[in-house]
């Protein structure tokens, strides 16, 4: 492969690369062994610099672009290992040094610092992706998929007729991950779902909630409903974190009769709206929070919904504000969740989220499950 892209150079040019001992060492290394895909594309981008800095050298009309150096650098470091690049960058300073010393009129002090910066940046980003074991852009699309799996497995799955629910997922500062997820399991006619706060926000909580969403998940609907929070406390225990804590809420919801029971485990407390008198009542349902004590002791409680009555589950993202007492934030949600009646839950969930986040630099997450 690379004698067929010399063979596309100029002769004047071809006689030249022959009398460069860098090439020559380039040229033996690349036919060592088999050729691999970094190989071939430290080949390519090593026969772009030559090319370019010859070209740039041997321009008369400024119609050589050499800023065609930064992208090669830049593509070194998204594509090529810290090995492989400091190679690849040992080629771009000697086409450099070689038009400096023709003394091309491109080839200035901007030049030379913006190849710095941009030299600096491809070595850290080939540092962090060796790091990681990925190559190119993989590490960036692993994050993404991280990403979507998470916010799938927070939608709630389908209920029957005359049941409904709504997910309302804000993380602080506009990031893609933050401390807040929903794990849900429905099987039959009974509904499981348990709201996490990890403490902290954006990525350094991001990291553990996708860790616990999947843990939390799979003990969610495999052990008993009593025994699901008192699981997660000892999975916790397990891990030895010696930062933050995990809060979580759990209910449990029999979709025949509208029964369902609340466990907390320093949580802030969830909320039923009941239709009949039109007000908001505040479960008393209680716990430590996960992680902190062996054996954890939950104080559930138990209620009915009935037609047009909903339970709302909340992170203190939405409640809590410094120097403000949380009854008082509590309050303000209630206040503002009234309006959710008469326009309906489904439509106005997030814009209660939106207008109680408004003031907060925090992770904030919402669920309210409703009977029609």
């Given at each position: 492969?690379?004698?067929?892209?010399?063979?596309?150079?100029?002769?004047?040019?071809?006689?030249?690369?022959?009398?460069?001992?860098?090439?020559?060492?380039?040229?033996?290394?690349?036919?060592?062994?088999?050729?691999?895909?970094?190989?071939?594309?430290?080949?390519?981008?090593?026969?772009?610099?030559?090319?370019?800095?010859?070209?740039?050298?041997?321009?008369?009309?400024?119609?050589?672009?050499?800023?065609?150096?930064?992208l090669i650098v830049l593509g070194g470091g998204l594509l090529l290992k810290v090995r492989t690049l400091v190679a690849l960058l040992g080629i771009v300073v000697a086409m450099v040094g070689y038009n400096a010393w023709k003394d091309v009129p491109a080839i200035g002090p901007g030049m030379i610092a913006t190849l710095t910066i941009t030299a600096v940046l491809a070595l850290t980003l080939a540092r962090t992706r060796?790091?990681?074991?990925?190559?190119?852009?993989?590490?960036?699309?692993?994050?993404?998929?991280?990403?979507?799996r998470l916010r799938r497995q927070g939608e709630l799955p389908e209920l029957p007729d005359g049941w409904n629910s709504q997910v309302v997922l804000l993380q602080a500062g506009g990031s893609s991950f933050g401390g807040d997820f929903?794990?849900?399991?429905?099987?039959?006619?009974?509904?499981?779902?348990?709201?996490?706060?990890?403490?902290?926000?954006?990525?350094?909580?991001?990291?553990?909630?996708?860790?616990?969403?999947?843990?939390?998940?799979?003990?969610?609907?495999?052990?008993?409903?009593?025994?699901?929070?008192?699981?997660?406390?000892?999975?916790?225990?397990?891990?030895?974190?010696?930062?933050?804590?995990?809060?979580?809420?759990?209910?449990?919801?029999?979709?025949?009769?509208?029964?369902?029971?609340?466990?907390?485990?320093?949580?802030p407390p969830a909320v039923q709206f009941d239709a009949s008198g039109g007000v908001w009542r505040v479960s008393s349902a209680k716990g430590v929070v996960l992680g902190v004590v062996p054996d954890l002791n939950c104080v559930p409680e138990r209620g009915t919904l009935r037609p047009g009555d909903a339970l709302l589950l909340y992170t203190d993202g939405l409640v809590e504000s410094p120097g403000s007492d949380l009854d008082a934030g509590i309050d303000r949600l209630l206040g503002e969740a009234e309006r959710l009646v008469p326009r309906g839950f489904a439509t106005g969930a997030k814009e209660l989220v939106a207008t109680m986040a408004a003031a907060r630099d925090d992770d904030c997450a919402l669920v309210v499950i409703w009977r029609a």
């Open positions: 492969m690379l004698q067929r892209l010399v063979q596309l150079l100029p002769p004047r040019v071809r006689a030249v690369l022959r009398r460069i001992p860098i090439l020559v060492v380039l040229y033996r290394w690349l036919r060592r062994g088999k050729l691999t895909r970094e190989r071939y594309v430290f080949a390519a981008l090593a026969v772009s610099a030559v090319a370019v800095g010859f070209a740039t050298a041997s321009d008369t009309r400024g119609l050589a672009p050499s800023g065609v150096l930064v060796q790091k990681l074991g990925v190559q190119g852009l993989r590490g960036d699309s692993m994050l993404l998929e991280l990403r979507d929903v794990v849900s399991s429905c099987d039959g006619d009974v509904l499981e779902v348990a709201l996490v706060d990890v403490s902290g926000k954006g990525t350094d909580a991001g990291t553990r909630a996708l860790m616990l969403s999947g843990a939390f998940g799979g003990l969610l609907g495999s052990v008993q409903p009593d025994r699901f929070l008192p699981a997660c406390n000892i999975y916790l225990q397990r891990q030895r974190w010696d930062e933050g804590f995990v809060t979580a809420v759990h209910v449990v919801v029999d979709l025949r009769t509208g029964e369902y029971t609340v466990e907390s485990a320093g949580h």
